[in-house]
């Protein structure tokens, strides 16, 4: 009920999400720090900070979804923890897994990885902010425009000069799911 104090979420409810969610957001967060993976983890530290207080504050708004809630924070989160960093890119000490399933489909998967966030780095900062927003947080362009302070039509243009720009890497977008449809059409 509106107004109404809400129930507050265990630790064990809590500590379900992170480890659920966690990976895959750090995966996120990276992308759009360009492969910084410090400022990632901080990304998704402090956006599982503020959904803990979210979930504990009887007078916040009720979240429905938390996955939504979460990835579109941490996207948030880790555009503006990286704009200070915008031109650098260190992408040599990426963490390296412990035990691998095959090391040349690792090298290949960890090459995709690479030339995907060494091309996001190196888009401008607005064009790198549309991105994220649309195709790594998932958000509809109206949102993307809202959060940025743009109209929709400006947030299509740089997503589209985005695209162009990260077209010699089509292949790896798609592979990680960055990127679906043709360019133009509305995903």
Not at 1 to 11: E, L, N, S
Request: hydrophobic residues 40%; aromatic residues 4%; contains cysteine.
């Amino acid at each position: 009920m509106p107004g109404q104090p809400g129930p507050r979420v265990g630790a064990a409810a809590f500590d379900a999400l992170y480890r659920q969610l966690r990976p895959r957001l750090l995966g996120k967060a990276a992308l759009v720090c360009g492969g910084m993976r410090a400022l990632a983890h901080d990304a998704v530290q402090e956006a599982f900070y503020e959904c803990w207080r979210r979930m504990n504050d009887p007078h916040a708004k009720p979240v429905e979804a938390w996955g939504p809630w979460l990835t579109t924070t941490v996207v948030r989160k880790a555009v503006d923890l990286c704009r200070p960093h915008a031109r650098s890119a260190p992408l040599d000490d990426v963490d390296q897994p412990a035990r691998t399933p095959g090391m040349a489909a690792l090298m290949d998967v960890k090459e995709g990885y690479l030339m995907v966030c060494r091309g996001i780095a190196r888009l401008p900062e607005r064009q790198r902010e549309a991105v994220a927003l649309r195709h790594i947080a998932g958000l509809p362009a109206r949102e993307v425009a809202e959060l940025m302070g743009v109209k929709e039509s400006t947030v299509r243009v740089l997503l589209s000069q985005a695209r162009r720009t990260l077209a010699p890497l089509s292949a790896e977008l798609r592979r990680m799911g960055l990127l679906d449809g043709e360019e133009g059409e509305e995903q």
